[in-house]
């Protein structure tokens, strides 16, 4: 059985999914960095669902309660 190939997701270029594959998903570590720069200067990003906004944890303790004392 031949193994999977997948699109680099920088490049485009066809790699065998296998253990050896040491940047998979992608073909090498100059394509693994480019992916990270374009995270790291927000040319990516996951969109945020506008209509559910994440609920803090802390139950409303925040600044606008009162609760911060004089």
């Known amino acids: 059985m031949s ?3 997948v699109k680099c ?3 485009g270029r066809l790699i065998d999914w296998t253990p050896q594959a040491s ?4 073909c090498s570590e100059r394509c693994r960095l480019i992916d990270l ?3 790291l200067s927000e040319q990516r990003g996951v969109a945020a669902d506008e209509g559910n906004p994440i609920e803090d944890d802390a139950g409303g303790c925040g600044p606008d309660d009162g609760s911060r004392g004089v």
Request: include cysteine.
């Open 23 to 26: 940047y998979r998903p992608f």
């Open 3 to 5: 193994p999977v190939q």
């Open 37 to 39: 720069g374009a995270w």
């Open 9 to 11: 997701p920088t490049c």
